[in-house]
């Protein structure tokens, strides 16, 4: 008798990660080895509260389910930030989720996430062991933040990274149509690495030098400093553009934020008002015209703009984690390894989820210049084969059509 599985998503939102559970059911359509693939609804919080979407049935219902699945934004499971407790301490939890498991006849379990999704994924594997349940327990990783060890870049990334680079070759073509002397601030995600914002430098090419100064958690912040490389870039041009992580901060360490940093279950500090704060403290320094843009959720969900080699490698990770279930591989979460940069080529692997879950991958200082406000050519090298390629989307009335989501808010 064939198994099934269940796969769920959990964390922030990419543009990637509905490619990454298309991955999986299409693999699992084709499996010789599994019958029905299950979606947990709000994450693992689906399997707790018994809320599950039969997704073969939607792949047999809806025409091209699959193909749109892949190009649809955020997550079409919906998320959580739910953190278990650890087993030693307390069980409960873990005994009815196996349970789940074992009353739907569950062989594997495939969790879509960050570095919060992979904790999960680390503790419901050693519990496993345990209790000697044979159910294989696969990560499948995403997160725009690209802070997954171990793997070469996280999917997800690419097409944020590509979003943000467009975002300030616009951003530069709107301000370039004034004389008169600005800044303009960009807020860019980032609360610990700085992969996004570095993509800021993305957009330089023949015509555009913006951005033209980039800062990055990496570096310590310096608010003098940053004054004085504001007035040497104004004393050289009329249009200075900064590109800023949410997550910059001093040499003691602490946030340059406009509210006091708040936390999620997780600990990790929630922040708000980066770019915002050094709108202010350049308007009170020097005398120019200054605005502060964030650019928010809006870095995660644009799929209109996504890297079609963002997309082709998160469908490929999800096929390669139901074959490596069929193989019995368990505790693993795949990763990337990169061949080459020119021409771009990678090869699919996995990695013991130990090595990886809550741990982050910053940018090697290295490929951070020595004043900490730009980056070095082999971060540009690095960065600029995952924004390439570009995704078919088919319109109704002038928008995007992406799957419907009315499982995630219904209506009583």
């Known amino acids: ?131 000697g349940s044979d159910i294989r327990i696969i990560g499948i990783p995403k997160t725009i933040d690209n802070d997954l060890c171990i793997t070469d870049h996280t999917p997800g990334y690419g097409s944020a990274a590509k979003y943000v680079a467009s975002s300030i070759l616009e951003i530069a073509h709107d301000t370039y149509i004034y004389s008169v002397k600005s800044v303009t601030i960009v807020e860019i995600m980032g609360r610990d690495a700085g992969w996004l914002t570095a993509a800021a430098a993305l957009a330089r090419n023949s015509y555009n030098t913006a951005p033209h100064l980039i800062y990055l958690p990496e570096s310590p912040f310096d608010q003098n400093k940053f004054i004085e490389d504001v007035k040497y870039e104004l004393s050289r041009r009329n249009n200075v553009i900064i590109a800023v992580s949410e997550g910059i901060r001093d040499k003691d360490g602490n946030y340059f934020s406009a509210s006091k940093p708040t936390s999620d279950q997780f600990g990790h500090a929630q922040l708000s008002g980066a770019g915002k704060c050094l709108e202010y403290f350049i308007k009170e320094s020097i005398n120019v015209k200054v605005r502060s843009i964030e650019l928010n959720v809006l870095q995660r969900c644009a799929a209109h703009i996504a890297s079609l080699t963002d997309i082709e490698e998160s469908f490929s990770l999800g096929c390669e984690a139901v074959i490596c279930a069929e193989k019995g591989i368990s505790g693993y979460m795949l990763i ?65 059509q992406y799957l419907p989501i009315d499982h995630l808010n219904p209506v009583n």
């Open 336 to 400: 990337i390894n990169r061949v080459s940069n020119s021409p771009y080529n990678i090869t699919i692997d996995t990695a013991d989820i130990k090595n990886i879950a809550n741990n982050a991958k910053t940018i090697p200082k290295e490929w951070i210049n020595k004043q900490g406000n730009d980056i070095m050519p082999e971060l540009y090298e690095y960065m600029s084969p995952l924004i390439t390629g570009e995704v078919t989307i088919s319109y109704a009335n002038g928008l995007p």
């Open 1 to 131: 008798m064939k198994k099934n599985v269940i796969v769920a998503q959990s964390g922030g939102p990419t543009v990637a990660i509905n490619a990454s559970l298309a991955g999986v059911v299409d693999a699992v359509v084709k499996s010789d080895l599994y019958d029905t693939v299950y979606g947990s609804i709000n994450g693992i919080l689906g399997i707790i509260n018994n809320r599950l979407l039969n997704l073969s049935k939607k792949n047999n219902e809806i025409s091209n389910f699959i193909d749109t699945l892949k190009i649809s934004p955020a997550m079409y499971l919906g998320s959580c930030r739910y953190k278990l407790p650890d087993y030693e301490d307390d069980d409960a939890v873990y005994t009815y989720i196996f349970h789940q498991f074992e009353k739907m006849n569950i062989g594997a379990f495939f969790y879509i996430g960050g570095n919060d999704s992979m904790d999960t994924v680390l503790k419901l594997s050693h519990y496993g062991n345990q209790i």
